[in-house]
């Protein structure tokens, strides 16, 4: 499984049938979402910061997040921007493969 962290806002209408559902509501229909993919939600917050929600989940891989957020955003009442996350592990295992890179300009 991969970790996922997407951020998203509401258009007015999103934000008409927030007020309507309520908050638990949509939270339900999150995770039904993200467990119908195969995944699990481990989180999902709302804030009124620059996001109106954060959502933490783990998917099986990069193309089921994507159609998740294509679904999501084709419907018109939320803008996400979704983030792969990695863990500590991951990122040891990453500086660990070797890169031929040659730095611009030298």
């Known amino acids: 499984m991969a970790k996922f962290l997407l951020m998203s806002t509401y258009t007015g209408g999103g ?5 309507t559902d309520g908050g638990r509501v949509r939270v339900e229909v999150v995770r039904s979402l ?20 954060y959502v933490l989940c783990d998917l099986p891989d990069h193309v089921t997040a994507a159609a998740l957020t294509i679904a999501v955003r084709t419907g018109g009442l939320v803008n996400g921007h979704l983030i792969p996350l990695l863990t500590p592990e991951q990122v040891d295992d990453a500086v660990q493969l070797p890169v031929a890179y040659q730095q611009p300009g030298h």
């Open 34 to 53: 993200v467990e119908n993919a195969g995944g699990r939600l481990e989180a999902l917050y709302f804030s009124f910061g620059q996001y109106d929600t």
């Open 15 to 19: 934000l008409k049938g927030l007020s």
